[in-house]
């Protein structure tokens, strides 16, 4: 069928599975011309399909040759329904990683529950014996908590008092004022629940207990920082305090890892277009004022170049590896720079409908977006009949 975009608020309900693909191939080609990493070998992804995750596992099979596991929450296709975005994803990478000759799996599920947690443990016992890296990158609204079965709804509020920003919807270019009410703390705890670091360690727990980690085993979740612009909605709101948690389990982690040798670290990663952050208020105007500087200074990246220099630069370079003085992976260091910083500041107070086109990227916003879900991609013929049955051929 052919397949278009079709908008509902911060989503898109179609996707297209040549677009989605071509992504992936583009991301393998990028990983590809940086030259070999002297990385891990056997890798689980949590969160695998898109973003950082899908990422991680590109970096990992193209970059360093690695068996990967990829776990994921992702709707199949149905006939004349599009299936989400992560699942074209993923069968784009399994089916490239096996013409690769590289062994790649793939479990699709609610990677919270006790079952999805067996299913993988079972498949990296059959095959792999052991994984060398765990890549946590799971961004979800909801968690059923697997011993309590109470479903725990993550929210995106200020703490303290109501918080009243700018804010830009994307698809029309509206910028305007949002006010949020204060979190209470049940939103807290949820948020935490959600979003912080139990399920991470619930994780490396259920691994170790089965002698799945090899020696020297590396464990790494995704965090953020951000601006003081962004603080009250991000890094001092609930999610900040879900990434305070999860920041204070890779500590955890990391003591209970040590008679294999093993290392538990955050990444700080850059702010960037994905189907999480799109959904979160404030977030969009600003990405949309630092991609537009971030490129005027060559100093942009994606979600590969990222997560490409993460192990190229971080965490593979066969020195220890660098932190700042809470423990942390900084990749976000070009985002967090000091001078992109002020200008961005500056043209925040600029920022309305009418300048935001011209002193903002909203137009690389809203392509990123699009790209997401496969539209806008060069070199796909989007008139061409697409097949929307596609099947993940390392499904398990
Ligand atoms: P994303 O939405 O692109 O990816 C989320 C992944 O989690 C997908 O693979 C999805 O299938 C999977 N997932 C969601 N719920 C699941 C469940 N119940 N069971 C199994 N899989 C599930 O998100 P993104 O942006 O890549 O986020 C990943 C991490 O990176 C998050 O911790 C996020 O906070 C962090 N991060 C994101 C930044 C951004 O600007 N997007 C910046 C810095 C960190
Ligand atoms: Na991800």
């Known amino acids: 069928m052919i397949i278009e975009p079709r908008m509902r608020g911060f989503i898109c309900l179609t996707s297209h599975p040549d677009g989605c693909a071509q992504n992936v191939k583009n991301q393998i080609e990028y990983v590809k011309s940086k030259g070999n990493i002297n990385g891990p070998k ?21 970059g360093s040759d690695a068996s990967t596991i990829g776990v994921f929450f992702e709707k199949a296709p149905s006939t004349g329904k599009t299936a989400s975005p992560g699942w074209y994803n993923s069968a784009a990478f399994e089916k490239e990683a096996h013409a690769a000759g590289l062994y790649a799996k793939s479990i699709n599920g609610d990677a919270f529950s006790k079952e999805i947690k067996e299913k993988t443990l079972a498949t990296i016992k059959a095959d792999l014996s052991q994984v060398d890296l765990v890549i946590y990158s799971l961004a979800s609204p909801v968690r059923k ?62 691994l170790k207990a089965e002698n799945l980690l090899a020696e020297g085993a590396t464990t790494v979740a995704y965090s953020y920082i951000g601006p003081s612009l962004t603080e009250a909605v991000y890094r001092k709101g609930t999610i900040g ?63 590969i170049e990222q997560i490409q220099r993460l192990y190229a630069e971080r965490l593979y370079t066969g020195s220890p590896v660098p932190v700042d003085e809470q423990g942390r992976i900084r990749i976000d260091d070009w985002e967090m720079r000091e ?14 409908t009418e300048t935001l086109p011209s002193i903002g990227d909203l137009a690389g916003y809203r392509s990123d977006f699009l790209s997401l879900f496969g539209f806008e991609i060069d070199n796909v013929d989007y008139q061409k009949e697409a097949n929307e049955l596609v099947e993940i051929e390392g499904l398990v």
């Not at 056997?42 to 193209?62: D, E, M, N, Q, W």
């Open 42 to 62: 056997k890798v689980l992804v949590i969160g695998a399909s898109t973003g950082f995750g899908l990422a991680s596992r590109i970096t990992a099979a193209f």
């Open 339 to 352: 001078d992109v910083q002020a200008k961005v500041a500056e043209l925040w107070t600029e920022a309305t």
């Open 241 to 303: 305090r879900a990434k305070d948690d999860l920041e204070a389990t890779a500590f955890t982690i990391a003591n209970k890892l040590k008679d294999i040798n093993g290392k538990a670290y955050v990444s700080v990663n850059k702010a960037l277009v994905t189907q999480a952050s799109s959904a979160i208020p404030v977030i969009p105007l600003y990405i949309s004022l630092l991609y537009k500087i971030m490129k005027e200074e060559g100093i942009h990246e994606g979600t």
């Open 145 to 206: 908590h697997p011993d309590t079965e109470v479903l725990h709804r993550s929210t995106l509020k200020p703490i303290g008092g109501a918080y009243t920003n700018k804010t830009v919807d994307f698809h029309t270019g509206n910028v305007s004022e949002i006010s949020i009410e204060p979190a209470t703390e049940e939103d807290i705890a949820n948020t935490v629940a959600v979003m912080g670091g139990e399920d991470w360690a619930m994780w490396i727990d259920a």
